[in-house]
């Protein structure tokens, strides 16, 4: 066992394109081992480049990075041996089959001719591809691409795993059958997953941290919780039911934090919790003790967007491809 | 070494197993060759009465064109197919393994060896069934045979320079006509001597295409011409070393990892 | 007029694509200048086989094939222009636009045909310039002329039939080798008297020997076949314009 650690580390990393804007603008981030860090942000923010660059394709122009504790720079062999890797397109041969895929991975990846047979039908098996294994990649879903993509990375047991957008594209059951097995390559197998999305379900759900990048720097960093913390508290917002005092709603529910205007309804009423969710159960039990109905009765929790929205003024979802790239 | 043999195996495998699964795009390069083969031999047989022909049958003077014309198709598969991988992302996958860059050369040249073979046997079989005798025998064909695969290395190599130059199959399309021109203004359908037009005549005397046709065409109705096999394997290797190393270096700023 | 309307919109759109586009503009011109250089420079010396008795001389008797090779496949390259159409989605979109669909098949052969007149320009020059000789008389060149523009828009018919069926570019050769067998088992190097074995027969079978033939008579100012060869071009364009009248509506009903 390598006695190397699973980490990543990266110093003041720049990707500066000749005809264009600083891709990547001075990162500094810690991926600790065995842990799924999200790194999200919006198209052209930067993400794709900065993977290219922690994967050994793409040089940076300044600053440095260690994977695995191998530079990326001056051991890029070595890095790659202890990486894998699924990026932005599937990268399949639509004429090859899912098992020619595995084959032709495990010869370049050195496994030894006794055990490519057994370690492709174990992958295919993982994935849940078996049945699928000997159809041409062309005649493949979407989400069977992206599965076998993940196969192929994992063909020599890669202490580190880099899957740039892996989801993008993916119905929800096939992203959710993605998520569970990169959490449970992680919990189980310790692999240190770098994980970048634009999806803040995605972030929110599967990394223990998140670094949220814009521009090519790094603007937020944290888990998803203590992030969303740092924005503000949860609101609650309740639809008086038809006939109700809206004034009498409005009093009840300003005694539990101060009242926000815009509403997702036409009628709701919202209020920020002073208490944060913990406050929701008393709400419920003053409108009921005062006799309001309400129609509806919501909770919005501070996301990852509003995060994104605090930190550079744009929202995340239709922020992008206003500023730096990947590599022409 | 040995895991340099085996990556260069199982990528050659992976070169002739696509193309044995697009026969679509595998099958036109041998008929079309043979197809314009026939039809020009049949048109143009009454060349053979001019005086100082250099044979009675023109599709044994004919034969040889394939052959090399073939070769260009090849340039033209292995540059698309090349530049698809480029293109879909295939050759990040390929860098992020430990491939060397002369395994990635070697295992596509490899596949186009082995189609180039399986060419060339095609168009012996062909002319032979036509009728077509083979002058320098048995020891001939296997000469013929290893020139193919030199040839099928040169302009293999050129398509991946191409490829990996332009990163696009469609720019590589385009530049098909042009090796095309290489063809036709050469001895393809005369011998140079008897070339009516000097400014013709002089242009396949410089064009390495000419010696690669003579060579073949030696073999074929000749039989033992040492200058024009000489000729033939010094320009396809020189050939073959050029597009080497212009695809190497192509490689290597392609791949640009660290 | 609306049929009017829908052919000149879609010619000049395709004629702009191609005008633009240096990748498809420059190897329809490049081809038959490279066809006729190989041909009338590198086989020369056939003029000099026994029999060969065109009085023109050898350029002549190239420039003419070469003009109606040009003539067909310039059709047909249209057509890989159509059938790009349909695979991008924007056939569906002339479709659902057009008042009158037969002005989309009138409109691409109109393209072809304004596309081939000037390959036909660029060829004459250079032929001429290289001394070409032509003894036929001016109603005779015309003649010649109209019959390859006949051969292009049978061409273009041909070709847009097989890519409204098909509506993919990998239906591309199939649009292409007949029409490069059919002028290839055509008297292209000698004339027909000078052939012999199968080709024999087959150039005698092949209704392009007598257009070629006719043409290459009228540049010689000895016109033999010339009402036949007008005839088979003529009712080459009406069956293929048949062909791909059909084609459209099988295209229609796809959707």
New interface residues.
């Given amino acids: 066992m390598s006695e190397r650690p699973n980490s990543i580390e990266v110093e003041g990393l720049v990707r500066e394109f000749k005809k264009g804007p600083r891709a990547v603008d001075g990162i500094d981030l810690r991926v600790e081992p065995g842990e799924i860090y999200g790194f999200l942000g919006p198209n052209g923010a930067g993400k794709s480049t900065t993977v290219l660059m922690l994967t050994t394709l793409l040089p940076p122009t300044a600053g440095t990075a260690r994977v695995g504790g191998y530079d990326v720079v001056r051991d890029g062999p070595k890095v790659r041996t202890v990486i894998g890797a699924a990026l932005q397109e599937a990268a399949l041969d639509p004429l090859l089959t899912g098992r020619d895929h595995l084959r032709l991975q495990s010869t370049l990846q050195g496994i030894a001719r006794g055990d490519r047979k057994a370690r492709s039908a174990e992958l295919l098996e993982r994935v849940g591809l078996s049945e699928a294994a000997d159809r041409k990649v062309g005649g493949y879903s979407g989400g069977m691409k992206r599965r076998l993509d993940l196969a192929l990375a994992l063909v020599h047991r890669p202490r580190l795993l880099f899957l740039d957008e892996p989801t993008t594209g993916l119905d929800p059951q096939s992203r959710t059958a993605l998520w569970e097995e990169v959490a449970r390559l992680a919990r189980e197998d310790g692999v240190t997953v770098f994980l970048t999305t634009q999806y803040l379900e995605e972030a929110d759900v599967l990394a223990n941290r998140v670094g949220i990048i814009d521009h090519g720097r790094i603007v937020a960093e944290g888990t998803p919780r203590a992030l969303k913390a740092q924005i503000g508290r949860p609101t609650v917002e309740a639809e008086p039911a038809e006939g109700v005092d809206q004034a009498r709603v409005e009093a009840a529910l300003a005694r539990f934090g101060e009242l926000v205007g815009g509403s997702h309804h036409h009628n709701g009423i919202a209020v920020r919790l002073r208490e944060g969710v913990t406050g929701l159960a008393d709400v419920v039990r003053a409108l009921d003790a005062e006799g309001l109905a309400v129609e509806n009765l919501t909770l919005h929790a501070p996301s990852l967007d509003d995060v994104f929205l605090a930190k550079t003024g744009r929202s995340l979802e239709g922020a992008g491809d206003d500023g730096g790239g990947t590599e022409p | 070494m040995r895991l340099v043999a085996s990556q260069v195996g199982a990528l050659a495998l992976r070169s002739v197993t696509r193309t044995a699964r697009q026969p679509a795009s595998a099958i036109p390069p041998i008929l079309f060759p043979v197809s314009l083969m026939l039809v020009n031999a049949a048109g143009l047989d009454a060349s053979t009465r001019l005086p100082g022909f250099p044979t009675d049958s023109f599709l044994a003077f004919a034969l040889a064109v394939p052959f090399i014309q073939g070769a260009l198709f090849s340039t033209m598969n292995a540059g698309t197919d090349l530049a698809r991988d480029i293109q879909n992302g295939f050759l990040n996958r390929l860098a992020l393994t430990s491939m060397r860059g002369s395994a990635l050369l070697a295992g596509q040249l490899g596949g186009i060896v082995v189609l180039g073979l399986v060419q060339a046997v095609v168009y012996l079989v062909v002319g032979l069934a036509a009728g077509v005798d083979f002058a320098s025998g048995p020891l001939g064909v296997l000469v013929l045979l290893a020139f193919a695969a030199l040839v099928s290395i040169g302009f293999g190599a050129l398509g991946c320079f191409l490829a990996l130059r332009t990163g696009s199959g469609e720019a590589i399309q385009g530049l098909f006509p042009f090796l095309f021109v290489f063809l036709f203004l050469s001895s393809m359908n005369a011998p140079r001597d008897l070339i009516g037009v000097d400014w013709f005549r002089f242009v396949a005397t410089i064009n390495p295409v000419s010696y690669l046709i003579e060579c073949v065409r030696s073999l074929i109705i000749v039989g033992w011409d040492v200058q024009a096999i000489a000729l033939g394997f010094g320009f396809a290797g020189a050939i073959g070393l050029v597009s080497l190393a212009l695809a190497a270096g192509a490689l290597k700023e392609r791949l640009a990892r660290t | 007029m609306r049929i009017w309307d829908v052919a000149s919109g879609v010619a000049f759109r395709t004629l702009k694509n191609v005008a633009t586009t240096p990748?498809i503009l420059i190897?329809s011109i490049?081809?038959p200048l490279?066809?006729f250089?190989?041909f009338?420079?590198?086989?020369?010396?056939?003029s000099?086989?026994?029999?060969?008795d065109y009085e023109p001389g050898y350029t002549t008797f190239q420039f003419c094939f070469v003009l109606i090779q040009s003539a067909a496949f310039g059709g047909v390259f249209t057509g890989f222009g159509i059938a790009r159409d349909f695979e991008s989605g924007f056939a569906r979109r002339l479709l659902l636009a057009s008042p009158n669909r037969t002005g989309i098949v009138l409109g691409y052969a109109l393209a072809a045909a304004v596309r081939w007149v000037f390959t036909a320009i660029v060829l004459t020059v250079v032929a001429l310039a290289v001394g070409m000789n032509v003894f036929g008389g001016p109603l005779d060149v015309f003649g010649m002329y109209a019959l390859a523009l006949l051969i292009n828009l049978a061409g273009i018919l041909w070709a847009s039939g097989v890519a409204m069926r098909f509506r993919t570019m990998?239906a591309g050769?199939v649009m292409q080798m007949p029409v490069f067998?059919i002028l290839?088992?055509a008297?292209?190097?000698?004339p027909l008297p000078?052939?012999?074995?199968?080709?024999e027969g087959v150039a005698t079978l092949n209704p392009l020997t007598y257009v070629l033939e006719a043409g290459r008579s009228m540049l010689a100012g000895d016109e033999v076949h010339v009402a036949w060869a007008f005839s088979i071009a003529l009712g080459l364009v009406g069956g293929f314009a048949l062909w791909s009248l059909r084609g459209l509506r099988r295209a229609e009903a796809a959707g």
């Fill in positions: 990748a190897p490049m081809f490279f066809f250089t190989a009338a420079g590198g086989l020369s010396q056939v000099r086989v026994p029999g060969f990998q050769p067998l290839f088992v008297p292209v190097y000698v000078l052939l012999t074995g199968w080709i």
